[in-house]
């Protein structure tokens, strides 16, 4: 069974910084796509950032531009988010997601595989 565990959550100060982990078990996802996709209170989920399965392609929303970075260990079966210059707005809960595809893509409906979440809390 596949599983994606999320973590490196958790509450900082508004310009601090967090990095999110994401452990793939029960299948290797080293020639897959994966991504970041969080969801604030009140509004839908919406995409952060993606990832080729050879981790050579990398897309960001343009509200995490320049801050965040997307990167992958597939030795490790491990996706990562860096989350640099965090602001209040950044608060959300955030998932990882893969697919057996490999191109990157910034769509929903393109990932097979979600994790549980894991809460990023920005105080101003």
Do not use: H
């Not at 969080?38 to 897309?59: D, L, W």
């Not at 597939?74 to 210059?85: E, H, I, P, R, W």
């Not at 950044?90 to 809460?119: H, R």
């Amino acid at each position: 069974q596949v599983q994606l565990v999320e973590s490196g959550g958790g509450l900082v100060q508004a310009g601090g910084f967090l990095r999110l982990s994401c452990a793939a078990s029960g299948r290797t996802f080293g020639s897959g796509r994966m991504g970041w996709f969080r969801q604030a209170p009140g509004k839908e989920r919406e995409f952060v950032a993606t990832i080729s399965g050879s981790g050579g392609y990398t897309y960001y929303a343009d509200s995490v531009k320049g801050r965040f970075t997307i990167s992958r260990d597939n030795a490790k079966n491990t996706l990562y988010l860096q989350m640099n210059s965090l602001k209040p707005e950044d608060t959300a809960v955030y998932y990882c997601a893969a697919a057996t595809l490999w191109g990157a893509s910034i769509l929903e409906n393109e990932y097979d595989y979600w994790g549980q979440g894991t809460q990023v809390t920005v105080s101003s």
